[in-house]
T-cell receptor
Framework: DGGITQSPKYLFRKEGQNVTLSCEQNLNHDAMYWYRQDPGQGLRLIYYSQIVNDFQKGDIAEGYSVSREKKESFPLTVTSAQKNPTAFYLCATGTGGSTEAFFGQGTRLTVV | RKEVEQDPGPFNVPEGATVAFNCTYS??????FFWYRQDCRKEPKLLMSVYSSGNEDGRFTAQLNRASQYISLLIRDSKLSDSATYLCVVTSDSWGKLQFGAGTQVVVTP
């Protein structure tokens, strides 16, 4: 199947632990993005990548890290430095330029 | 000031009625505009792009007003299945970093 796969769908972690969210795509898109959504709020950009081995901070990068070693993969690590990590995390891809983005189904992270 | 602002609603709409709402953006250099639909606890999905001349897709009509820096979405003959949150999305740089509004909730009632 073509598309964007995020895993896991639900994730529970203890406070103080790092956790890595997976995002894989087979759409051959150059651009990949990570967004965070809190209840009743819009999507906020965490990190984005236009090309392999390059990525840029978004609006709320503190406490997060990413890598882009392969075109297909853009994992997000939520570190213990992120003060309020419980949220809905969405990965998206696009062809770059002024074109639309396509989303994975998201990962709901709950930190207890 | 937020880059993209929307009335959060909810807009309560009787089935079969028409509803319209706007989204304002602050960056006059914004290049592309989209409406996304998001169902509860799901990922956003592209509803339609918004073109300078305005465009229509079935019961949905989108308009762009660059002078006043807003886009609009109109839904005619509302269906129960139109109940969702509608996200306004704007790109403002050459490679397309997307800026999202917080969304407008629409509730269509029988």
């Amino acid at each position: 199947d073509g598309g964007i796969t995020q895993s896991p769908k639900y994730l529970f972690r203890k406070e103080g632990q790092n956790v890595t969210l997976s995002c894989e795509q087979n759409l051959n898109h150059d651009a990949m993005y990570w967004y965070r959504q809190d209840p009743g709020q819009g999507l906020r950009l965490i990190y984005y990548s236009q090309i392999v081995n390059d990525f840029q901070k978004g609006d709320i990068a503190e406490g997060y890290s990413v890598s882009r070693e392969k075109k297909e993969s853009f994992p997000l690590t939520v570190t213990s430095a992120q003060k309020n990590p419980t949220a809905f995390y969405l990965c998206a891809t696009g062809t770059g330029g002024s074109t639309e983005a396509f989303f994975g189904q998201g990962t709901r992270l709950t930190v207890v | 000031r937020k880059e993209v602002e929307q009335d959060p609603g909810p807009f309560n709409v009787p089935e079969g009625a028409t509803v319209a709402f706007n989204c304002t953006y602050s960056n006059s250099a914004s290049q592309s505009f989209f409406w996304y639909r998001q169902d509860c606890r799901k990922e956003p999905k592209l509803l339609m792009s918004v073109y300078s001349s305005g465009n229509e897709d079935g019961r949905f009509t989108a308009q762009l007003n660059r002078a006043s820096q807003y886009i609009s979405l109109l839904i005619r003959d509302s269906k129960l299945s139109d109940s969702a949150t509608y996200l306004c999305v704007v790109t403002s740089d050459s490679w397309g970093k997307l800026q999202f509004g917080a969304g407008t909730q629409v509730v269509v009632t029988p």
